[in-house]
């Protein structure tokens, strides 16, 4: 019996009427984003919207609650951006989309922060308040992604650095309160595969991270298919799942990894699309856990987890509540009896 | 293909001075007088007694002083400025059946982005842009130009949950913008501009704009000046191909780069007219005349000054209106004067920009 775990990989879109009061109170420009030390009144403002999207998540059954990470002005770079020893640069494209965040440019040593610790002590509250069985979700970037996602000016050179971005993470983590799941974001493994050598490290580098909770760690790739070569070098990684992108159009290369390398005993399903605003059904999203079922006849999952393939934060508000629902909906739907 | 871009010379004013002409215009976003945006959000505030209506009237006001201000600048071809537009994706959406908004998503901080979302099949309703050009054609002495925001970005822009690809939708919506040159040209409209920004972010799919401009050009008659723009991107990766699009005009940003990327477009020869982005969208600085005249010569290594089209990089709604007016004023000043030192044999069309030590 394969139990399915409804989630999400975090980094919410800033409910709307939020949008509009923090522009208003930290303004338009690049240094008026999140810097860390933010006054007592957006820190406010932040606290109501966490606990609203907490809720949110409740109302919508999902299995883990995340802390919606709507601080993260840049993206999967916030922990960078906000660290002492992080100048913010120019505004630079976001993957391939029509995103932008700072550039994080390191020009000294990654010291612990702490920052996604105070976030997530917050989202345990909240979540202690609310009346519900499902249980915290940490979000950060991989290491790997992080690294790739910021400009070194410190460490010299690439194995340094991604080791450097490696160890803060796990300090960072260290420092967070309990949590049942940790999701570690993955998508420069896709996006800006790392060759020879490094594919190895960002491996080794997950290791680093992973081994800093007891909680579960699935790596959530995508934005399409991972590389054969690197898909390899991630199987070696301690970690409970990777996560796999179901709606990208190369999932057979997914599919062909999986066949031929295997996969950990649970694995991370996107299988709603959060770069579109056409929800799909419930039935829908059931159907393409059955297709990937179907398709790895010999693989036993003792969990999947289900979610959108990236994060949400691309959709109009309305289409993500939407998508939450319908995702939590088909962890419920009774499936058909997969045969080996 | 490209068009015969020989419909250049009915821009020429009947006065003009010189001998050489090269055609002066503008790329169309203009910044908005300070009251028009005020008329804006009294507008949206429904507690205010200021109607629709007064917005409309307020509008062709804006219209109309843009457009003037144009013309005062000197340009051989004007636009209103885009007054009535709020961004170059949402009006359009707003105007095609097939369109639907749900609220805004992050561009970056606290910059959003009210992303449509085609959720049905796109198809013509009214007409997008007659009322408008008719307004400022009567209102203009000089030709109007009308800048289209292209299928291609209209496409990539929006959520797409209707067709089976990008692709598909881009065609359907191409289909929709030649309906609508077709109506601007029985209305008189002599220029288009097709703006792809798009382009420059995913520059591999430059076969799927080519046939979204064969699809725009379809029926449409060859005294029609067709331009296309694109800007900041790498060029290298959409040059040669730009040389088979149906178009009279290419127009470039590379004043910003300060003409790093020129060079790409000499070699193989250049197909269509160059509209060369002459003072930089993006400074707030008024480039003086001999700087621009520099600039110029610049379009000159590319192609002969009767293919040459002078104009901003992009367009010039982001700065303050004082700037963006001098910008013009210089632009086209810069231009009379190189014409003048053309007609008297004073550039070396082989060698325009003197190679440096
Ligand atoms: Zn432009």
Redesign the interface.
Known sequence: MTERVATTPGLF??P?PA?QR??DL???Q?G??ISGNESDEIVAVYDEYRTQVITEQVEAGLDRISEGQLRW?DMLAHPLTVHENVETGG?V??Y?N????RDPQVTGELTFSGDVASELDAAAAALAEADSDASLQATLPGPYSLFDLATDEYYGDEESFLDAVSEFLAAEVEAFPAHETLYLLEPSLVENAPGDGLDARASEAIDTVAAATDADVVVQTYFGALSEKVYAHLMDADIEAIGFDIVAGDREQTLYNINEYGTKTAAGLGISNG????VESPETLAERVSWVQNKLPAQEFDRLYLSTNTEP???????HLEKLAAVAAAAEIELEEVTA | MSRPAENREQFRPENHENEHFLLTTVVGSYPKPKWLNRADDLAEDAESKFTHEHLHEAHDDACRVITAEHERAGLDTVVDGEMRRNEMVEFFAHRIDGYEFNGPVKVWGHNYFDKPSVSDTVEYDEPWLVDEFEFTRDVASKPVKVPITGPYTLANWSFNEAYETEEELAYELADLVNIEIEKLVEAGAKYIQIDEPALATTPDDHAIVGECLDRIVAGIDEDIRIGLHVCYGDYSRIYPEINDFPIDEFDVELCNGNYEQIDVFTEPEFGPDLALGVVDAHTAEVEPVEEIKKNILQGLKVVPPEKLTISPDCGLKLLPREIAYGKMENMVKAAREVEKELDAGEIDLETPVPLAD
């Open positions: 879109p800033l709307d949008k923090l522009s930290k303004g338009h690049k008026d984003l002005d505004i494209r976001y391939d029509n995103n932008f965040y770069l579109n605003t056409l934060f691309y959709l109009p508000v309305n289409k």
